[in-house]
């Protein structure tokens, strides 16, 4: 589904620049759900924008089923930290989750239907007329999330989308995750920086160094596919799994490979 293949992204500008990343090798089966974990500045966000066409890398390539990324893919749908900034205020729940599907063209029948679907699935089935502002920020994700899984992509990227909320909302977030996942049949690529959380979500964990930044260790998560928020992060794997990642970051702080030629 998605080949990360070498990837270094430099900033260059006003006389600085910043290797944000290194060189990142990683590939994203179809259907899996991928968590990558790094410390903050690590590059995380600049990943996931070279990833979606929005950045263009300094070298190395992203493909995605096959094409070579270079503008916005069409089967691909992005949820960022900030829901604030990215749901329209003057739009109904409803419109905000209707509006990429006006640009894929779809009837308005079918457009109705998947967003009724795509709102049903993250529990706001009775919020298709409230605006967003009305809503609480657990509750706003959830509508970018109905957005993002109403356009059927094929694979979503989600970048530390619970970062903003309180705890409790953010374990019933990372459950509907899991559901929409596996209901939905989707790719998903998953973006944090909190260790247990990656654990909790993932089939795999992708840690990333911190900067410059390269793969430091690309981990199965051998967990029973059937998760919850108790009995999962209960079990002595959890743990196990979870201090091997705490590790693994810190001993790649550790080693860090010098900054070269920047
Ligand atoms: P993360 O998402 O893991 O917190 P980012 O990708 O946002 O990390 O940032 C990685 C590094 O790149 C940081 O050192 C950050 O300051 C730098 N950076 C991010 N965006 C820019 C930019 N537009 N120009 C220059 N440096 C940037
Ligand atoms: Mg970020």
Not at 172 to 179: G, I, M
Not at 184 to 198: K, N, R
Not at 217 to 238: G, H, K, M, N
Request: with cysteine.
């Amino acid at each position: 589904m998605l080949e990360v293949e070498h990837l270094r992204k430099i900033y260059d500008g006003h006389g600085r620049s910043v290797e944000a990343l290194r060189d990142l090798t990683f590939r994203v089966g179809a259907g899996e759900l991928v968590c990558l974990v790094g410390p903050s500045g690590c590059g995380k966000t600049t990943l996931l924008k070279c990833v979606s066409g929005l950045l263009a890398p300094t070298s190395g390539r992203v493909v995605l089923e096959g094409t070579p990324v270079s503008g916005a893919p069409a089967n691909m749908a992005v949820v960022l930290q900030e829901y604030g900034r990215s749901l329209f205020p003057w739009m109904s729940v409803a419109a905000n989750v209707e509006l990429p599907l006006k640009q894929k063209k779809l009837p308005a029948a079918r457009r109705r239907e998947m967003v009724a679907r795509a709102l049903e699935a993250v529990g706001l089935s009775d919020a298709h007329a409230a605006y967003p502002w009305q809503l609480s920020g657990g509750m706003q994700q959830r509508v970018a999330i109905a957005r993002a899984i109403a356009y059927e992509p094929h694979i979503l990227l989600m970048d530390e989308p619970f970062a903003a909320v309180d705890a409790q909302t953010r374990a019933e977030l990372e459950d509907l995750v899991r559901r929409i996942w596996a209901g939905f049949a989707m790719t998903i690529l998953f973006v944090t920086h909190d260790i247990d959380e990656a654990v909790y979500l993932g089939q795999r964990v992708v840690i990333l160094s911190s900067s410059p930044t390269i793969v430091q260790e690309d981990l199965a998560v051998d967990l029973p596919a059937e998760r919850d928020q108790l009995t999962t992060r209960a079990q002595p794997r959890f743990t196990e799994l979870r201090g091997h990642v705490y590790e693994q970051i810190q001993k790649a702080k550790a080693t860090a490979p010098p900054a070269a030629g920047v």
